[in-house]
T-cell receptor, first 116, second 114 residues
Framework: AAGVIQSPRHLIKEKRETATLKCYPIPRHDTVYWYQQGPGQDPQFLISFYEKMQSDKGSIPDRFSAQQFSDYHSELNMSSLELGDSALYFC???????????????FGPGTRLTVL | AQSVTQLGSHVSVSEGALVLLRCNYSSSVPPYLFWYVQYPNQGLQLLLKYTTGATLVKGINGFEAEFKKSETSFHLTKPSAHMSDAAEYFCAVSYGGSQGNLIFGKGTKLSVKP
C-alpha cells in the first residue's frame, strides 16, 4: 500500500539558512499534519491542513510557514534556522469523513534536519 | 489542557514475558486513543487505536489495549514479548474534527532481554 512520502530524508543546513521540507500524503488523503521530534523527545504538533486550508496550529515558530497545494502535497518552509531546529520532522496524513478529518493519521518516515 | 502520561520511560522484560506499557490521559471528554511504535531512526507506525465501540482493541504484532473510562487509561499489553518488539512506544490522543492533531506521551522505551 502507498505510504506518506517525505523529502528529503536528510538535510544539513547552516544557521540562518532556509530549508523546505516536502510531504506527499497517501492518495485520497486530504489532511496533512506536521510534527517536530527533538532528540529524545515526543513528537510535537506544528500545524495541519484540511482541503488546502490551515485547520489547526500548534507550537510552530513564526519563522516557519507551511501550505498545502492543489494536489494535497504540503511544504514546510523554515527560515533563519537555529541550532535548536535540529530535529526529526514528520508529516502525517489522514482521510476526511463526512464530518471532517477522521481520526487515524499515517506517518511518513520523517526528514532529519541538522543545523550546524 | 489535555495531556498524556506514560508511566515508565524505560521498561525491560525478558523474551516470552508479558509486556505492559501504561498510558493515562487527562480529559473530561474521552478522546480518540492511539498507540504508535517507533523503531530507531524510523517513523511512527500505528499499532492500534480506540475511537468508539468495543473497549478492548487488538492491533498488529499481537498487541492489544483496553480503554477504561473510569480510570482514564489505555494500557498496552502483549502476552509474550519477542526480541523484535524492542522499540519506543508512544501513546497519543486526539479529539478529532478541527482538533485532530495528536498529543503524545513522552514515550516508553521497551527493551527485551534474551
Amino acid at each position: 500500500a502507498a505510504g506518506v512520502i517525505q523529502s528529503p530524508r536528510h538535510l544539513i543546513k547552516e544557521k540562518r539558512e532556509t530549508a523546505t521540507l516536502k510531504c506527499y500524503p497517501i492518495p485520497r488523503h486530504d489532511t496533512v499534519y506536521w510534527y517536530q521530534q527533538g532528540p529524545g523527545q515526543d513528537p510535537q504538533f506544528l500545524i495541519s491542513f484540511y482541503e488546502k486550508m490551515q485547520s489547526d496550529k500548534g507550537s510552530i515558530p513564526d519563522r516557519f510557514s507551511a501550505q498545502q497545494f492543489s494536489d494535497y502535497h504540503s511544504e514546510l518552509n523554515m527560515s533563519s534556522l537555529e541550532l535548536g531546529d535540529s530535529a526529526l520532522y514528520f508529516c502525517a496524513s489522514s482521510q476526511s469523513g463526512l464530518a471532517g478529518p477522521t481520526d487515524t493519521q499515517y506517518f511518513g518516515p520523517g526528514t532529519r534536519l541538522t543545523v550546524l | 489542557a489535555q495531556s498524556v502520561t506514560q508511566l515508565g520511560s524505560h521498561v525491560s522484560v525478558s523474551e516470552g514475558a508479558l509486556v505492559l506499557l501504561r498510558c493515562n490521559y487527562s480529559s473530561s471528554v474521552p478522546p480518540y486513543l492511539f498507540w504508535y511504535v517507533q523503531y530507531p531512526n524510523q517513523g511512527l507506525q500505528l499499532l492500534l487505536k480506540y475511537t468508539t465501540g468495543a473497549t478492548l482493541v487488538k492491533g498488529i504484532n499481537g498487541f492489544e489495549a483496553e480503554f477504561k473510562k473510569s480510570e482514564t487509561s489505555f494500557h498496552l499489553t502483549k502476552p509474550s514479548a519477542h526480541m523484535s518488539d524492542a522499540a519506543e512506544y508512544f501513546c497519543a490522543v486526539s479529539y478529532g474534527g478541527s482538533q485532530g492533531n495528536l498529543i503524545f506521551g513522552k514515550g516508553t522505551k521497551l527493551s527485551v532481554k534474551p
